[in-house]
């Protein structure tokens, strides 16, 4: 509207009912308002009203002028960085706990506290032990008595009943001598009183003798052959004299009887055990580290009596620490180990995914190796990116996204200029592009700028 208009409006405010200035200007351009709606316009130096056909030539003009300038794009395939987004608890990486091995003894003394750093080894409490000492102080002594018994068995004579065996052997054979040369002498005074009897026999049959000499030399004969025989006797008794005085010498040398002596090492075996099983009880009530780590957890205190289905320490195992995320089954298949994660301003890697899928939450578990020298604490809940590697797709500027009823939108634009809404499905932003899923192919020009001032059936300028 001119300035020539403006004053003749101006002219007419004191004929409008004696409104103030200001309400009848209000009032006055809403009237405008109602006439330009019903055809009319208003030239350079009057107001014209127009013709119904003259109304929809005018708009026809206005929807062929361009709206606004806007620059293209081609879809195209490039190399996109994949990263998942992962979530979840810092927990250890192998879990320990310790406990005791022995059940009603009392804790006599607790040497860590949570977060102290301890090796393999390490003491880290200590039990009451004074009655497993006593039991096995007298099993010590069983085991002395056991061990003579044993030594008695097997050889139950001392040294001297072994040489007093062997001197009555000694002198059995000595017996055996003298009774062979008592034999000897009686078996030679017989054949001589023999050949005598023979020899007066034959002088009394020429008269040389008398038969009384002849007798009598008979008689003598008889008496030596009974020498004999008695000395053979007495031979044969001292040989078996002998042979029972070698037998216990033998004996003697030989020892115990051997089920004696089965019967004592079976009684020795039996307190030696009984001796391995105490000493194994004794090392029991000092409580050790069983690996290098991080005391996360004392469950134990000072006059606790020990059972062994009590944990008394939770360690972290070499003081490493995981993060274990639980992802969809859709996402878990893109993982693989060693990949790089990113969790804040420490970087991971993936060291192990689970085979399996929970049934119900339809998730699988990934667990990511954390360094030592992280300051993240087991039980916190840490967010973290996966780099999956370089992917080729298609992508456009994100600049050329725009969104309406939460549905990602971009606009196409051909040889009449006109742009053409298309409703398309987003994934992964790089950089300043973003991946397109679906909705468009490659080679398709879209509105790389200017997209969030346009809809759709709008005619555009293009940029060359």
């Given amino acids: 509207m001119d300035a020539k208009l403006e004053k003749q409006i101006s002219s007419t405010q004191p004929e409008l009912g004696g409104l103030p200035r200001n309400k009848g200007r209000k009032q006055l351009w809403v009237g405008l308002a109602l006439v330009l709606a019903l055809g009319g316009y208003v030239g350079k130096d009057k107001l014209t009203f127009l013709a119904p056909a003259d109304t929809a030539k005018a708009a026809a003009r206005a929807n062929t002028q361009a ?6 794009t081609p879809v195209k395939t490039r190399s996109f960085e994949r990263e998942l987004l992962v979530s979840g608890t810092v927990w ?7 406990g005791s091995e022995v059940n009603g003894l009392k804790v006599q003394s607790v040497l860590v506290d949570d977060g102290a750093r301890v090796v393999r080894g390490q003491t880290l409490a200590k039990l009451n032990s004074s009655i497993i000492e006593a039991q096995l102080a007298k099993k010590r002594a069983n085991l002395a008595g056991a061990q003579a018994a044993l030594i008695k068995a ?11 065996l062997k001197y009555a052997y000694h002198q059995a054979q000595a017996n055996v001598a003298q009774e062979e040369a008592y034999l000897a002498r ?9 050949a005598n009897s023979t020899r007066y026999t034959w002088l009394v049959s020429q008269g040389a003798v008398s038969a009384q000499d002849a007798d009598n030399r008979t008689t003598q004969a008889k008496v030596f052959q009974a020498e004999v025989h008695n000395g053979e006797q007495k031979v044969k008794a001292a040989k078996l004299a002998a042979e029972q005085a070698h ?18 090492k079976s009684q020795l075996a039996e307190i030696s055990a009984g001796i391995a099983e105490l000493q194994s009880q004794l090392a029991q009530t000092t409580i050790q580290s069983p690996c290098d780590g991080l005391v996360l957890k004392r469950s134990v205190h000072i006059g606790d009596i020990a059972s062994v289905n009590k944990v008394m320490f939770d360690l972290v195992r070499d003081g490493r620490l995981e993060l274990r995320a639980n992802l969809p089954e ?19 890697r993936v060291r192990e995914i689970s085979p399996m899928i929970d049934q119900e939450s339809r998730l699988g578990m990934v667990r990511i190796d954390l360094p030592k020298n992280t300051t993240l604490r087991p039980g916190n809940f840490v967010k973290g990116e996966i780099g999956l590697g370089g992917q080729t797709t298609l992508a456009v500027p994100s600049s050329a996204v725009v969104f309406k009823d939460n549905r990602a939108v971009v606009y196409t634009t051909g040889d009449d200029k ?18 397109l899923r679906s909705g468009l192919k490659p080679g398709d ?3 790389a700028k200017g997209a969030g001032f346009i809809k759709d059936g709008d005619t555009v300028n293009i940029l060359p």
């Fill in 445 to 447: 020009k879209i509105v």
């Fill in 330 to 348: 859709a996402d878990i298949a893109a993982v693989k180990a060693g990949q790089l994660v990113r969790i804040g301003g420490v970087s991971g």
């Fill in 247 to 264: 037998d216990r010498l033998t004996m003697g040398n030989s020892g115990g009887r051997a089920e004696d002596v089965a019967i004592s």
């Fill in 154 to 164: 097997i050889q139950p004579n001392r040294p001297e009943d072994l040489t007093s």
């Fill in 186 to 194: 009686a078996q030679a005074n017989h054949a001589e009183a023999d």
């Fill in 418 to 435: 006109k742009a053409h809404m298309h409703f398309v499905e987003v994934g992964d932003r790089d950089g300043d592009f973003i991946e």
């Fill in 92 to 98: 250890a990486w192998d879990p320990v706990q310790v």
């Fill in 67 to 72: 709206v606004l300038t806007v620059q293209l």
